[in-house]
């Protein structure tokens, strides 16, 4: 594993760069941060060059290091964050590096309190050997992903993988599927993102040559709809383990990586640091395979009832006009954030929201004692970076007053949505003429910048706002963003006419 100075390691800006040249810029980095002697040392992922300058520094260095997601889980962990490359004129000689060394995975912690999973390199060596022998990936010209390298499956599937196979590994994210760049990569991705891109029915001018997600369940429709242009692993693990099994079809059975042991749940793998693990998933082995049947139930006690979060999502995914759901305790009640097929949209514009949450409650009523009382209805369930669900973001819309537009459609970061003639903001704007008023125009503006760019906004911070013309319930309008070095600008528009528009300065929401 890199033993080649003149192996092609990277693909930054469009630019090759060897070991021997990534190396140049570890020895300078490694002197800054030596002089800085960290007892620890925190990193992001969010500039995938960086990360990888900074990780190797430590790992050079034999600083214990721990990465975390994003910024927001630096209040869970203690050391120096690092994110950024230091100029020094100084270089530090770098020695042979230890496999014994432990990288420290903070867990997401989407459904509780983080944890800290310690993975030794060997470990994660071992992993990306056996990856390697699952695909023929001879014909593969990089590697790519939508994540980052900040968790143990992008650090394995697209830093480790591609190091044993000897592939360049693109320091570009791929935000929009526009941005492969190449018809031979391998994309490494999450069912969050292969959703969208199947639900907008968007596929790339460069197709890569493979795609593997995890992270979370890859649906079988999106499953298909890849399969009709690309090939598709579907990899089924979690941080403390690792990688475990995989499959390639939407209907087969997930198979084992061959140094994988289960027996009742109990795991036992080269892959990670503990001598066994109890999954969190109930697990069903055959001849043919393993089956993953579900998380374990979310069972929550209301009403002195307990109830099954996860059969109660069942039901109500059964519903006809239903896409899927998602439900929660929230306070005393039980919250149900619905995604509506074509059928169901059509049938909220026409009803209205009271009657199709009417509906909802009525076709409930007989498969559980308790049924949701909050509703919220969304174009698709939010889901982090990892493509698991965002529990405290949907939390966040349970408290919103204000009813959420109705989204049809979503192209990159524009997106087209409808005020429904229900929603509660019309009521004094105004009775024999409703209009959207400004502040709801702002509200949700503000609302999208921080869902798809990650910017707070402050309704103080607003600059050059402009209402020209008054937008109407039940009527179809583009949300439209452009993003420039300091600011969002935002538009509310309907081909040529325009009907509001103003700036907001970017405020990073993790600052």
């Not at 760019?453 to 020209?468: E, H, V």
């Given at each position: 594993?890199?033993?080649?100075?003149?192996?092609?390691?990277?693909?930054?800006?469009?630019?090759k760069?060897?070991?021997?040249?990534?190396?140049?810029?570890?020895?300078?980095?490694?002197?800054?941060?030596?002089k800085?002697?960290?007892n620890q040392?925190?990193?992001?992922?969010?500039d995938?060059?960086v990360?990888l300058?900074n990780?190797?520094?430590?790992?050079?260095?034999?600083?214990?290091?721990?990465?975390?997601?994003?910024?927001?889980?630096?209040?869970?962990?203690?050391?120096?964050?690092?994110?950024?490359?230091?100029?020094?004129?100084?270089?530090?000689?770098?020695e042979?590096?230890?496999?014994?060394?432990?990288?420290?995975?903070?867990?997401?912690?989407?459904?509780?309190?983080?944890?800290?999973?310690?993975?030794?390199?060997?470990n994660?060596?071992?992993?990306?050997?056996?990856?390697?022998?699952?695909?023929?990936?001879?014909?593969?010209?990089?590697?790519?992903?939508?994540?980052?390298l900040?968790?143990?499956?992008g650090?394995?599937v697209?830093?480790?993988l591609?190091?044993?196979?000897?592939?360049p590994?693109?320091?570009?994210?791929?935000?929009?599927?526009?941005?492969?760049?190449?018809?031979n990569?391998?994309?490494?991705?999450?069912?969050?993102?292969?959703?969208?891109?199947?639900k907008?029915?968007?596929?790339?001018?460069?197709?890569?040559?493979?795609?593997?997600?995890?992270?979370?369940?890859?649906?079988?429709?999106?499953?298909d709809?890849?399969?009709?242009?690309?090939?598709?692993?579907?990899?089924?693990?979690c941080?403390?383990?690792?990688?475990?099994?995989?499959?390639?079809?939407?209907?087969?059975?997930?198979?084992?990586?061959?140094?994988?042991e289960?027996?009742?749940?109990?795991?036992?793998?080269?892959?990670?640091v503990?001598?066994?693990?109890?999954?969190?998933?109930?697990?069903?082995?055959?001849?043919?395979?393993?089956?993953?049947?579900?998380?374990?139930?979310?069972?929550?006690?209301?009403?002195?009832?307990?109830?099954?979060?996860t059969?109660?999502?069942?039901?109500?995914?059964?519903?006809?006009?239903?896409?899927?759901?998602?439900c929660?305790?929230?306070?005393?009640?039980?919250?149900?954030?619905?995604?509506?097929?074509?059928?169901?949209?059509?049938?909220?514009i026409?009803?209205?929201?009271?009657?199709?949450?009417?509906?909802?409650?009525?076709?409930?009523?007989?498969?559980s004692?308790?049924?949701?009382?909050?509703w919220?209805?969304?174009?698709?369930?939010?889901k982090?970076?990892?493509g698991?669900?965002?529990?405290?973001?949907?939390?966040?819309?349970?408290?919103?007053?204000?009813?959420?537009?109705?989204?049809?459609?979503?192209?990159?970061?524009?997106?087209?949505?409808?005020?429904?003639?229900?929603?509660?903001?019309?009521k004094g704007?105004?009775?024999?003429y409703s209009?959207?008023?400004?502040?709801v125009?702002?509200?949700?503006?503000?609302?999208?910048?921080?869902?798809?760019?990650?910017?707070?906004?402050?309704m103080?911070?607003?600059k050059?706002?402009?209402?020209?013309?008054?937008?109407?319930p039940?009527?179809?309008?583009?949300?439209i963003f452009?993003?420039?070095?300091?600011?969002?600008?935002?538009k509310?528009?309907?081909?040529?006419?325009?009907?509001?528009?103003?700036?907001?300065p970017?405020?990073n929401i993790?600052?």
């Amino acid at each position: 594993m890199l033993d080649n100075d003149n192996v092609v390691f990277l693909i930054h800006n469009g630019e090759k760069i060897t070991y021997k040249e990534f190396k140049s810029v570890l020895k300078k980095q490694m002197s800054h941060i030596k002089k800085l002697n960290p007892n620890q040392v925190v990193l992001c992922g969010d500039d995938t060059f960086v990360f990888l300058v900074n990780l190797f520094s430590c790992i050079y260095l034999k600083i214990n290091v721990v990465i975390i997601s994003d910024k927001t889980k630096l209040q869970y962990t203690e050391g120096l964050f690092i994110d950024e490359i230091f100029d020094s004129k100084d270089e530090v000689e770098l020695e042979a590096i230890n496999q014994d060394y432990v990288i420290n995975f903070l867990t997401s912690g989407t459904t509780s309190t983080p944890k800290m999973i310690p993975v030794a390199i060997k470990n994660l060596i071992a992993e990306a050997q056996d990856m390697s022998e699952i695909y023929d990936f001879s014909k593969a010209t990089e590697f790519l992903t939508s994540s980052t390298l900040a968790h143990h499956y992008g650090c394995t599937v697209c830093l480790f993988l591609p190091m044993v196979l000897g592939i360049p590994i693109n320091t570009t994210r791929v935000v929009y599927p526009q941005d492969l760049s190449s018809e031979n990569s391998v994309f490494v991705s999450t069912p969050a993102f292969l959703s969208r891109m199947v639900k907008y029915n968007i596929i790339p001018a460069n197709k890569p040559l493979l795609i593997t997600s995890a992270g979370a369940k890859l649906e079988e429709k999106d499953f298909d709809e890849l399969l009709n242009y690309t090939d598709v692993i579907d990899m089924y693990g979690c941080t403390e383990t690792g990688v475990l099994c995989y499959k390639t079809k939407p209907d087969m059975l997930h198979q084992l990586l061959k140094r994988v042991e289960i027996k009742d749940d109990i795991v036992k793998a080269p892959y990670m640091v503990f001598d066994e693990f109890q999954l969190p998933d109930k697990i069903v082995q055959t001849s043919d395979g393993i089956k993953i049947i579900s998380r374990k139930d979310r069972v929550v006690k209301i009403q002195d009832e307990r109830v099954s979060l996860t059969e109660l999502e069942k039901f109500v995914n059964d519903i006809d006009f239903v896409e899927k759901s998602y439900c929660d305790k929230i306070g005393e009640k039980v919250g149900c954030l619905v995604v509506l097929n074509k059928e169901g949209q059509d049938k909220f514009i026409q009803n209205g929201m009271k009657q199709i949450i009417k509906d909802l409650k009525q076709l409930l009523k007989d498969k559980s004692k308790i049924i949701p009382q909050k509703w919220k209805f969304v174009d698709e369930i939010p889901k982090n970076s990892f493509g698991k669900i965002y529990r405290d973001y949907i939390l966040e819309l349970f408290d919103i007053n204000l009813t959420l537009p109705i989204i049809t459609k979503r192209e990159q970061t524009n997106l087209s949505l409808i005020f429904h003639r229900d929603s509660n903001f019309f009521k004094g704007h105004f009775d024999n003429y409703s209009i959207v008023p400004g502040v709801v125009q702002l509200y949700y503006a503000a609302f999208y910048i921080k869902e798809l760019f990650g910017y707070d906004i402050g309704m103080g911070q607003l600059k050059k706002i402009k209402f020209s013309n008054l937008i109407v319930p039940d009527k179809e309008i583009d949300l439209i963003f452009t993003e420039n070095e300091n600011s969002i600008l935002y538009k509310y528009q309907k081909g040529d006419k325009v009907y509001s528009s103003g700036q907001f300065p970017k405020i990073n929401i993790f600052e």
